[in-house]
C-alpha cells in the first residue's frame, strides 16, 4: 500500500516511511492510495478477539510488505500489555441504547495512548531497520504531549520535544509531560495558544533544510499511524454489539478532527456505522461548518474541555481530500483561501459533508449539567471531554445503539469535575506520586528561530552521542 499527499506534489511513500514523515512536503497530509475493506466474517469474528488481535487485522493491509504479521502481533501485544482494563476499551451501558467507550485506560488516562503506545513500537522498529534515529517535534493541546512523552521514553532512537500552551493545560496534563526523568523526553511552554504551537511545528516541517538537519519526525494526529491505530476501537466496540449485522452510532468529541476521521476510515473499510457526530465544545468550528458550508475560524475560547481548545481541525483536509472526489486542486484551493482569508466555503462539497457527519457544540453549561445529570441519574461521573460527546449525542438524537466515546478519565481534569460536582476525582493509585514528583520544563516565546534553536541542541547532542 502506497500514500499519497491531499495536496498532490509530495513523493508517493511507503508505510514505514509515512510512519516517519508526519506532514507531507507539499504541506498536505498522507493518505492511502486506496481504502482496503473488511469482509463481513472478519468484522463479526472480532467480537471475541482480543484488542491487539483486531488491532493487527485492522492495520495489517495498510503497511504492505513493510511490516510482517508476526512483528506487528508483537508490538500490538506489547503496546496494549500496559492497560488497566484488560480489553483496553470497555464498553460501558449507561442506559439502554446508550454506551460510553471507555478509551481512558492508558498510562496518561486519555484516549490518544491507544495509537502513540503502538506508534513508539512502530517508529522504533523502523529506525532500528534502517540504523537510524528521529527528532519527534509535536504540539500539543493537553494529551498527546503527555502520551507521546510516555509512549517514546523508552525509546533508544528518538528525542522528543513537546510544545505545549503555556499555562493553558491542567496541571495533571503538565505533570504528565514534565516529570519523566529521562533524557530523551523534553516538555517546551509556549508563551502562546494551542493553535500557535502547532503553527511552530508546521513551521519547522516547512522549513525543509532544518528538516534534515534534526531528522524531523511528527506524532501529532496528522501522522497516518495514529489515525489507523485508532480505527481499532470503531471496530472492536461495534463488533461487541453486533457488526456487521447491526449499525451503531457514534458520537466523538473532536479538536483536531483525527479520531472522528478514524471513524470515517472504519466506515470506509466496511463497517457500517449509522451516525458519526462531530462533538464540539464553545469552539465550534466543526459544527458551524457543517451546518453553514462555511469554514470560518473564529478566536479560540478556552473551556473545560482544552483538549479540544481548536480552530484549526488539520485532519479535516483528510477528509475533504475524500469528499472532493481525491482531487488536490480542489484542497490546494481551499487551503489557499484559509490561509488568504481565514475562511473558505464547501460549495459543492457541503452536501456530502452533510451525509457523512451530524454535528453539535457543546456549551459550558451543557457540560456541567451533563456531568452533574449523568452522575446523579447513572452514579457515572463523565470527564468534560466525553460529557460534549454525549450532550452532541442527546442533540443529534438517533434510533439504535449509539456509542459515545470517553477520550479521558476524569480524574485528568480534577478541578472541572470538582467544581461541577463538588467531589474531586481521586487517580488511579499507578499516577499516586504523579502530583509530587519534581518538575522539569523550558519556557520559550512563541518564535520560530528560538524553537528551532533548542530542537537542534537537543538534535545534535544525540547525533554526537551516537557517533
Ligand atoms: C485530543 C483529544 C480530543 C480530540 O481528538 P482529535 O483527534 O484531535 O479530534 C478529545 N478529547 C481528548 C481528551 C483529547 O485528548
Not at 485506560?105 to 503502538?118: C, E, R, S
Not at 487551503?335 to 457523512?356: H, N, Q, S, T, Y
Amino acid at each position: 500500500m502506497n500514500y499519497i499527499s491531499t495536496r498532490g506534489t509530495a513523493p508517493e511513500l511507503a508505510f514505514d516511511d509515512v510512519v516517519l514523515a508526519g506532514l507531507a512536503r507539499d504541506g498536505g497530509l498522507y493518505l492511502p492510495k486506496s481504502w482496503p475493506v473488511l469482509s463481513a466474517e472478519t468484522i463479526r469474528a472480532f467480537k471475541t478477539k482480543s484488542f491487539a488481535d483486531i488491532a493487527v487485522e485492522v492495520i495489517l493491509p495498510f503497511v504492505g510488505d513493510t511490516i510482517s504479521r508476526a512483528d506487528l502481533k508483537r508490538m500490538a501485544d506489547a503496546a496494549y500489555a500496559g492497560f488497566g482494563d484488560p480489553t483496553v476499551a470497555p464498553l460501558v451501558e449507561l442506559a439502554p441504547g446508550r454506551y460510553i467507550l471507555e478509551l481512558f485506560h492508558g498510562p496518561t488516562l486519555a484516549f490518544k495512548d491507544v495509537a502513540m503506545q503502538l506508534l513508539a513500537r512502530l517508529m522504533d522498529h523502523v529506525l532500528e531497520k534502517r540504523g537510524a534515529r528521529a527528532t519527534i517535534v509535536g504540539a500539543t493541546s493537553g494529551d498527546t504531549g503527555g502520551a507521546a512523552i510516555e509512549a517514546f521514553r523508552a525509546s533508544k532512537r528518538v528525542d522528543v520535544v513537546i510544545l505545549f500552551p503555556d499555562g493553558r493545560v491542567s496541571d495533571v496534563q503538565r505533570r504528565m509531560m514534565t516529570t519523566p526523568t529521562e533524557k530523551n523526553v523534553h516538555a517546551v511552554a509556549v508563551k502562546g495558544t494551542f493553535d500557535d504551537c502547532q503553527a511552530l511545528v508546521k513551521a519547522m516541517f516547512n522549513d525543509h533544510a532544518f528538516r534534515d538537519r534534526v531528522q524531523l519526525s511528527g506524532v501529532n494526529s496528522i501522522n497516518w499511524a495514529r489515525i489507523v491505530a485508532q480505527v481499532t476501537y470503531y471496530f472492536a466496540a461495534a463488533s461487541r454489539l453486533g457488526a456487521p449485522d447491526k449499525a451503531v452510532s457514534f458520537s466523538v468529541p473532536t479538536g483536531n478532527f483525527g479520531d472522528i476521521f478514524a471513524g470515517y476510515v472504519a466506515r470506509r473499510m466496511g463497517l457500517p456505522i449509522k451516525q458519526l457526530i462531530v462533538a464540539s465544545n464553545e469552539n465550534d468550528i466543526l459544527p458551524r461548518t457543517v451546518t453553514t458550508g462555511v469554514y470560518e475560524m473564529k478566536g479560540v475560547v478556552a473551556t473545560s474541555s482544552p483538549s479540544m481548545d481548536i480552530q484549526i481541525s488539520s485532519n479535516f483536509e483528510r477528509y475533504l481530500f475524500e469528499a472532493a472526489g481525491r482531487d488536490p486542486g480542489v484542497i490546494r484551493g481551499l487551503m489557499k483561501d484559509l490561509a488568504d482569508r481565514k475562511r473558505f466555503e464547501l460549495g459543492a462539497l457541503w452536501p456530502i459533508v452533510k451525509a457523512d457527519f451530524a454535528a453539535a457544540a457543546a456549551s459550558e453549561s451543557d457540560v456541567a449539567t451533563c456531568i452533574r445529570e449523568t452522575k446523579a441519574k447513572y452514579g457515572y461521573v463523565l470527564d468534560p471531554h466525553t460529557a460534549c460527546g454525549v450532550v452532541a449525542a442527546d442533540r443529534v438524537g438517533t434510533s439504535g445503539d449509539m456509542v459515545v466515546l470517553a477520550t479521558a478519565h476524569p480524574a485528568k481534569f480534577p478541578d472541572a469535575i470538582e467544581a461541577i460536582t463538588g467531589a474531586r476525582p481521586g487517580l488511579p493509585a499507578r499516577l499516586a506520586d504523579l502530583m509530587t514528583d519534581a518538575e522539569r520544563f523550558d519556557v520559550v516565546a512563541n518564535d520560530l528561530a528560538t524553537v528551532e534553536q533548542f530542537v537542534e541542541r537537543v538534535a545534535q547532542a544525540s547525533i554526537k552521542a551516537a557517533g
